[in-house]
C-alpha cells in the first residue's frame, strides 16, 4: 500500500517530463525513503520503472503496470 502512495504523491509533484532526468531519480528516492521502504526496493523500482518506461510521465500514464514491478522487488 506505501508503494501506491509513493507513485500518488510522485505524480503530484511531477507535471510534466519527457525524458528521465537526474533530477527526477532523486525524487523518486526521496519519496519512497518516506513511505519507510527500505534503500533496496527503492533502487530495484526505480531501476525497473527506468527500464520499462521512456520517461517518468509515460511511468505515471501507465500506473496499472507498477505494481508488477513493486512485487517484483520485494
Same mark, same amino acid.
Given at each position: 500500500?506505501?508503494? &501506491?502512495?509513493?507513485?500518488?504523491? $510522485?505524480?503530484?509533484?511531477?507535471?510534466?517530463? #519527457? #525524458?528521465?532526468?537526474?533530477?527526477?531519480?532523486?525524487?523518486?528516492?526521496?519519496?519512497?525513503?518516506?513511505?519507510k521502504s527500505d534503500s %533496496? $526496493?527503492?533502487?530495484?523500482?526505480? #531501476?525497473?520503472?527506468?527500464?520499462? $518506461?521512456?520517461?517518468?510521465?509515460? %511511468?505515471?500514464?501507465?500506473?496499472?503496470? &507498477?505494481?508488477?514491478? $513493486? &512485487?517484483?522487488? #520485494?
Amino acid at each position: 500500500m506505501n508503494k &501506491l502512495v509513493v507513485i500518488f504523491i $510522485f505524480s503530484l509533484i511531477i507535471s510534466s517530463c #519527457n #525524458n528521465w532526468k537526474p533530477n527526477d531519480d532523486e525524487t523518486y528516492l526521496l519519496e519512497c525513503y518516506k513511505s519507510k521502504s527500505d534503500s %533496496a $526496493f527503492c533502487e530495484c523500482t526505480l #531501476n525497473q520503472i527506468k527500464v520499462k $518506461f521512456s520517461s517518468l510521465e509515460e %511511468a505515471l500514464k501507465n500506473e496499472e503496470k &507498477l505494481p508488477e514491478i $513493486f &512485487l517484483d522487488c #520485494n
